[in-house]
């Protein structure tokens, strides 16, 4: 059965979650096809698709085949035996069936069926086909800690809390520097268009964030501990401030949009009482501290950059400043620590004589390494698009935009560049009906005279 579980638990002691037994070959290889199909070959493959690249499909196809078979490896290896109910293992088969379901209506799609039923429901399969592409990359991140707390046996019984909040807010705050990283080279156009400003859309999700983060923290109708005042608290000053944050995002006279600090300030308070956590051991401490730091310094800089980089403006895609990396490579930084400061993996860190500057270090080069990835994702996107801009000028064929409006007037859309300004253009009068893909498929290539 493909999404059948083995039995791994037979050698395991009673309450334990790992055996001692090392990583053998089969897993080690299991674990690197894995992380470089869904970390690389999948969001390469959204991409490519978004960009509407002919790599597309062989890069999904050999993503699909390396998932299919880093799957078949997992359930065969030998050494380190884990609990057949892991939560890595169930979590699998649903990544498995996301991504082989990609795989088939991306098959269905390239077949250009336009009769029968799978014409009727092809606007249908597109829009599921550009979900689920969107959403692997996030699940896949989700697999892959799910994997490595599997890995070591962590997040059990009485750590499974502390475990689920370093994951969820560390990754949220990756997160934020991944929208940020993207905001710089594609934020312009889209905030312009909806007449708002970067810091409306954080304050609403920070004001958000902590209203849950205020009635979720502590366990009503049980006694108060000093983990619950001090979560409880950051959830009440981030809705605070976010509601600041969105009365100042607009000058409320003219309608304009404004630049505001709340959203830095919050980062700022935020590691601010991180680094202040008392924590057991002098590891933890150090670590804490340092992420506290990392997301004081992304306030920070996101302060410099909105007064004094852009002089309260809005980003130019197209002269980006090198010092408006640093916010969102900083958040990404401190989003890695605070992931890595499970107090299970200090505690096994401690254990074995790791100092903390140098697990700093190595979380310091994971940061790097995942902001790479973020940046050449970015980079090969924006790539792409100038290229097929440039080759719909260079032949002479007038572009369909890839959106999803279905009433697009043809007339005038396009203005002869400079360098063409000889080339005529016949009077083209149509009008896309509701069957935009069909129609943009027939009108891609209309020839200029």
């Known amino acids: 059965m493909l999404f059948g579980r083995h039995e791994h638990s037979a050698n395991l002691e009673e309450g334990t979650y790992v055996s001692p037994d090392p990583i053998d070959g089969v897993l080690w290889a299991h674990i690197l096809i894995m992380m470089f199909t869904f970390g690389i070959l999948f969001p390469v493959g959204l991409v490519l698709g978004l960009s509407r690249n002919r790599w597309h499909v062989p890069v999904q196809t050999l993503a699909g085949l390396l998932a299919i078979t880093g799957y078949f490896i997992g359930h065969h290896h030998k050494g380190r035996e ?43 399969m597109v829009k599921i086909h550009y979900i689920i592409a969107v959403l692997i990359p996030i699940v896949s991140w989700v697999q892959i800690g ?42 312009e156009k889209a905030l312009a268009s909806r007449n708002k400003s970067q810091e409306f859309y954080d304050s609403c999700i920070i004001t958000a964030w902590g209203i849950v983060n205020t009635f979720t923290e502590h366990r009503w109708g049980q006694s108060w501990s000093h983990g619950d005042y001090q979560h409880t608290s950051m959830g009440i000053i981030w809705w605070c401030a976010g509601m600041v944050g969105i009365l100042l995002s607009k000058n409320w006279s003219t309608g304009e949009p404004k630049r505001n600090h709340i959203p830095a300030l919050v980062l700022i308070f935020t590691g601010w009482a991180m680094s202040e956590h008392a924590q057991h051991l002098m590891i933890s401490t150090k670590v804490h501290a340092f992420f506290g730091l990392a997301l004081m310094a992304a306030g920070f800089t996101r302060i410099i950059e909105i007064s004094f980089v852009l002089k309260d403006a ?37 254990a074995v004589g790791i100092d903390h500057s140098s697990y700093l270090l190595v979380l310091s080069s994971c940061a790097f390494l995942l902001y790479l990835l973020i940046l050449g994702l970015i980079t090969l996107y ?3 698009q100038d290229t097929n801009e440039e080759n719909q000028w260079k032949h002479g064929h007038v572009a369909i935009p890839s959106s999803d409006d279905q009433q697009i007037e043809l007339n005038n859309m396009y203005q002869a560049p400079p360098q063409q300004s000889g080339v005529r253009r016949d009077s083209i009068d149509i009008v896309l009906d509701d069957d935009y893909e069909a129609d943009a498929e027939s009108l891609r290539h209309i020839p200029l005279r």
């Open 314 to 350: 809005n980003s130019d895609s197209r002269a980006i400043k090198a010092f408006q990396h640093l916010p969102p490579l900083l958040l990404v930084e401190s989003g890695i620590c605070f992931i890595g400061a499970n107090e299970e993996q200090l505690q096994l860190l401690s």
């Open 82 to 124: 884990f609990p057949s109910d892991n939560i890595h293992s169930k979590f699998g088969g649903w990544v498995m069936l996301m991504a082989l379901s990609q795989i088939i209506i991306g098959v269905l799609l390239k077949l250009h069926i336009n009769k029968g039923f799978l014409g009727k429901v092809r606007q249908v």
């Open 146 to 187: 799910f994997g490595v707390i599997t890995l070591e046996g962590f997040c059990h019984a009485d750590h499974l809390g502390q475990c689920l909040a370093h994951g969820i807010m560390g990754s949220s705050f990756i997160a934020y520097g991944f929208v940020l990283a993207i905001m710089l080279y594609f934020g």
């Open 382 to 384: 924006k790539y792409l």
